[in-house]
């Protein structure tokens, strides 16, 4: 079945430096890919999202680019903030586009610490 | 918009209990599905329903079900409840295939 693969966490930063967070998936046919990110005692935001091959998504300075020749949707950001501390899932959604929507299958996510 | 409001945002049961969760959905989402999500692990899907009707199920037993209104508003009941079922309780709506999840529901089973 479809699956999501994140790199394991925690990953603490100093302030300002570079963030990768590795996102891998398997899927039949062509999903939509996601960030989430979750902020202590709260739900899931969206960060950005890709419906398509080699589409990049960007929101607030993070991006990711779907790879489908590597089946991957790596989570970039060039300079990190103490504000971007939080727990980040990387998801897919198989569901045909145009549908109402299928169901979002999520990585076990990965905290980040991002210290001043 | 109004988002997607939950409630309530804590519970607290006993084993063997029954639970009811709420979920307002976004105005003009038809879709809303239920997630939980177990401390330190992502979320798991539960079902969906569109327009009333359950339109998908993930690995859950019988014992959680759920409603959709006509006003697209939403329940999750749970039965029998079990110790494992302690988690974050998330409700998403959709239209097209753009979520928006609620803040969720805390839910503790002693």
């Known amino acids: 079945g479809d699956s999501v693969t994140q790199m394991e966490g925690p990953v603490t930063l100093s302030e300002e430096a570079f963030l990768t967070i590795n996102c891998t998936y398997t899927?039949?046919?062509?999903?939509?890919l996601f960030w989430y990110v979750q902020y202590p005692g709260e739900g899931l935001q969206l960060l950005l999202k890709?419906?398509?091959?080699?589409d990049k998504g960007s929101n607030k300075g993070f991006e990711a680019t779907y790879r489908k020749e590597t089946t991957s949707f790596h989570l970039e950001k060039g300079s990190v903030q103490v504000s971007d501390s939080a727990v980040y899932f990387c998801a897919l959604s198989s569901a045909p586009r145009g549908n109402q929507g299928g169901k979002l299958i999520f990585g076990q996510g990965t905290e980040l610490s991002v210290k001043p | 918009e109004t988002g997607v409001t939950q409630s309530p945002t804590h519970l607290i049961k006993t084993r063997g209990q029954q639970v009811t969760l709420r979920c307002s959905s976004q105005s003009g989402h038809n879709t809303v599905s239920w997630y939980q999500q177990a401390l330190g692990q992502g979320p798991q899907f539960i079902f969906q329903?569109?327009?009333?009707?359950?339109?998908g199920r993930g690995n859950f037993p019988p014992r959680f079900s759920g409603l959709q209104f006509p006003n697209y508003s939403s329940e999750l009941n749970v039965n029998a409840l079990e110790l494992d079922d302690s988690a974050l309780y998330l409700c998403a709506s959709s239209l097209r295939g753009g979520y928006t999840f609620g803040s969720g529901t805390r839910l503790t089973v002693v």
């Open positions: 329903y569109y327009r009333e009707e359950e339109n």
């Open positions: 890709a419906t398509k091959a080699d």
């Open positions: 899927a039949t046919g062509y999903p939509s």
